[in-house]
C-alpha cells in the first residue's frame, strides 16, 4: 500500500512562506504524477498543484499562480511545495497526492493521500 508522509506546515504571518515536502514511503523506482490539495474548514478540499513524472510539466490553482511552486527531488516521487506571500486565505490543511499515471490531461486525479499537514496564516 502506498504511503505519504507530509511535512513543513506551521503558522506564519502574512507575507511569509513556507516550503511543505511530502515523501512516500520505502522505495520507489518508478515515478508518477503527483500534487497538493487543501482543505480549509467547511470547505471542500480543493487542488493547489500538481507535477508530471518528469517535473517538465506543472499545474497551478488560479489563487496560488506567482506564489507558490512546485518541484520533485531527488528521490524518487518525493515532492515539495515553495509557498511564498501567504495569505490568511490559504490557511487549510495541505495534503500530499500521488497518481498511478506518469502525467494527466485535464484535472490532475489522485489515486493515493496522505494525512494532511496543518498550514495556518495570521493577519
Known amino acids: 500500500q502506498v504511503q505519504l508522509v507530509e511535512s513543513g506546515g506551521g503558522l506564519v504571518q502574512a507575507g511569509g512562506s513556507l516550503r511543505l515536502s511530502c515523501a512516500a514511503s520505502?522505495?520507489?523506482?518508478?515515478?508518477?504524477?503527483m500534487g497538493w490539495f487543501r482543505q480549509a474548514p467547511g470547505k471542500e478540499r480543493e487542488f493547489v498543484a500538481a507535477?508530471?513524472?518528469?517535473?517538465?510539466?506543472?499545474s497551478y490553482t488560479d489563487s496560488v499562480k506567482g506564489r507558490f511552486t512546485i518541484s520533485r527531488g531527488n528521490i524518487v516521487n518525493t515532492v515539495y511545495l515553495q509557498m511564498n506571500s501567504l495569505k490568511p486565505e490559504d490557511t487549510a490543511v495541505y495534503y500530499c497526492?500521488?497518481?498511478?499515471?506518469?502525467?494527466?490531461?485535464?484535472?490532475?486525479?489522485?489515486?493515493?493521500w496522505g494525512q494532511g499537514t496543518q498550514v495556518t496564516v495570521s493577519s
Open positions: 507535477i508530471n513524472w518528469s517535473g517538465s510539466s506543472t
Open positions: 497526492a500521488q497518481s498511478n499515471a506518469h502525467d494527466w490531461y485535464g484535472d490532475f486525479i489522485p489515486d493515493y
Open positions: 520505502g522505495r520507489t523506482f518508478s515515478s508518477t504524477a
